[in-house]
């Protein structure tokens, strides 16, 4: 059994320094130091920006204040109180680090250092620098360290420059938000990408979604990091021509105000009024990537409205093939592993045979065939296990054969096998969609080992897990979930361009969309296939009486706490 812990001193010679305004920094900042000081990097030097505050007479600052703007500082000054913000000590953290106090010089549109003081950070022989401070820096200090100093821009480089970070987003009505790790240089915004993300716009919230897209980052020094250390730190140049975004002025930003009290009361409404219903289809045609028209696939039966079939996988159990999938009903919040012949799909739900109910929820059972035996990794993320399970035959139950990975909230779980070694993808309960994270063993029943580069992707778009892993042509697909527009809108295929034990790559080719003329036209979040036929699920929205009562008790004890 697997410990969800990275070993202690993986990243033992890495020297970092960290750029500060002063030494409190915001939350989100500090656990990045955290991160990286406990996977064993040495914090060497800590540098703080010792310029003295302006002082400036009240009469000045009010000619000179930027009244166009007044809403908008009076909110983020008194109003606006993100998580990822609050000021926190950073010396715990940075505990041995040496403390360097600059005086920077403003040099036109940005700051340098003193020749002393760039001496001192050489002297530090720092792999690299973090930037939490100092505004626009410029000059030798950004190739003093010898792979530079890395700075967060909390958006889109190719669309957004400037701030505020995630607000213009909401505003446009984008979507996806980008966040990109970068490699600072000389030429403002054309720096060079180490990392980059994208996360879905939380339109509702501007806090929430601030906060998603700080905290959504704090681990990505870690992986840049590894993947210095490994050598498979691959930048790339950023050139960017996006516009430059300021503060909103007074009555852009009260109709952003408006806008999100709109999408508020319409997500509240639509949690209320508007439940997803899955539904299983197939077809006996197989050809991988690029199905036939949905329309014409088989659905299962809806013999109740409160109970859907979703995550189908196709086995064949000595000579017959089955569909295994997740069967949730909405009373009870939960979800059992189910399977029906391909033959008696028509007769489900009394075709169907239970094989495996836990006092927990399961969902996505993805299957595994190896050394004559079908294994199973349901989706347990309520117990903080990635679980095997073995089909028992004549039974047709699923047993557990062993714990795969303990104290993690795994989401959508997927073994792959390479003839080699054991690889295990899945995402995390806390952020399900964003972060794909890879593990690795010799072994079917491990131990297994968290990849160096973990997460390896963070793309709401592409990393989810969405079915088997297949190859084809000599090439290895992964398919995943697009979730960007809502949760399961589609699924990608990804060609796997690198998978070794320190570097993993891929890149999206293809794609399955839903068919606006289905049964189940609003979504798409599982494809697999076997000699026989091939599965997907579906999505629409209705209402449900029983999602209804859960959600309504819900928000009036929600209500009923905050009075």
């Known amino acids: 059994m697997t410990q969800c ?6 990243l033992g010679g890495i020297r970092f320094g960290v750029l500060l305004s002063s030494t ?15 996977r064993g990097a040495i914090a060497e030097l800590m540098i703080l920006d010792d310029t003295p505050a302006e002082s400036v007479c009240c009469s000045k600052r009010l000619r000179h204040y930027n009244w166009s703007r007044l809403l908008f500082k009076i909110y983020y000054r008194y109003i606006f109180k993100p998580k990822s913000k609050k000021l926190l000590p950073v010396e715990p953290v940075l505990q041995g680090a ?10 036109g549109n940005g700051n340098i250092l003193s020749s002393g003081d760039i001496e001192i950070i050489r002297s530090a022989d720092l792999h690299f620098l973090l930037r939490f401070g100092f505004g626009i820096l410029k000059g030798d200090v950004l190739d003093v360290p010898r792979f530079g100093v890395w700075s967060f821009h ?15 987003e909401i505003y446009n009505g984008d979507p996806v938000t980008g966040v990109i790790l970068q490699r600072i240089t000389n030429r403002l915004d054309d720096g060079e990408v180490l990392y980059k993300g994208w996360f879905r716009t939380i339109n509702r919230s501007w806090r929430d979604h601030f906060d998603q897209l700080h905290w959504g980052g704090v681990e990505w020094p ?40 709109f999408y508020r009361v319409k997500f509240h409404l639509g949690e209320l009024f508007r439940a997803e219903d899955w539904n299983i289809a197939i077809t006996h045609s197989v050809n991988p990537m690029y199905p036939e028209n949905v329309i014409s696939w088989k659905w299962f039966p809806k013999p109740e409205k409160s109970v859907f079939v979703a995550d189908p996988f196709v086995v064949k159990v000595k000579e017959d093939n089955y569909i295994w999938f997740e069967e949730y009903n909405y009373r009870k919040e939960k979800g059992i592993i189910s399977a029906v012949r391909v033959t008696e799909v028509d007769r489900y739900p009394q075709s169907r045979s239970v094989l495996l109910e836990e006092p927990w929820h399961l969902s996505f059972p993805s299957v595994t065939e190896y050394d004559g035996e079908i294994f199973c990794t349901p989706e347990s993320f309520e117990i903080r296990q990635i679980r095997l399970y073995r089909l028992q035959l004549p039974y047709m139950k699923l047993v557990l054969d062993s714990v795969l990975i303990d104290n993690l909230s795994g989401v959508d779980p997927v073994l792959w096998y390479d003839n080699s070694r054991w690889w295990l993808f899945c995402t995390t309960k806390d952020a399900p969609s964003i972060h794909l994270y890879l593990f690795f063993a010799d072994n079917l029943r491990g131990p297994y080992l968290p990849h160096p580069l973990n997460p390896v992707k963070s793309d709401l778009r592409s990393s989810r897990p969405a079915g088997k892993l297949f190859v084809l042509n000599g090439k290895l697909y992964r398919p995943a979930q697009d979730c960007s527009v809502h949760y399961g809108r589609k699924v990608v295929f990804n060609e796997v361009e690198v998978m070794s034990t320190i570097d993993y790559r891929e890149k999206t080719i293809d794609q399955i969309i839903p068919v606006d003329r289905s049964r189940f036209p609003k979504g798409i979040h599982t494809y697999n296939f076997n000699t026989s036929a091939t599965v997907v699920d579906g999505k629409r929205f209705v209402f449900i009486m029983a999602v209804f009562k859960l959600k309504f008790a ?7 706490h905050h009075v």
Request: glycine share 4%; with cysteine.
């Open 24 to 38: 409190m920094a915001e939350a989100w900042q500090v656990e990045c130091i955290r991160h990286l000081v406990n």
């Open 5 to 10: 812990t990275q070993p202690s001193s993986d």
């Open 222 to 261: 870690v992986r840049c990091a590894a993947a210095l250390l490994n050598d498979v730190l691959n930048p790339v140049a950023a050139h960017s021509l996006a516009p430059i975004y300021k503060p909103p002025r007074n009555l852009v930003f009260t109709f952003l105000m408006l806008k999100m009290v």
């Open 554 to 560: 819900e928000h009036f004890k929600r209500l009923f």
């Open 154 to 168: 909390h958006g889109d480089e190719q669309l957004y420059r400037g701030s505020p970070p995630g607000l213009w």
């Open 98 to 107: 040496r403390i360097l106090r600059c005086l920077p010089v403003s040099n």
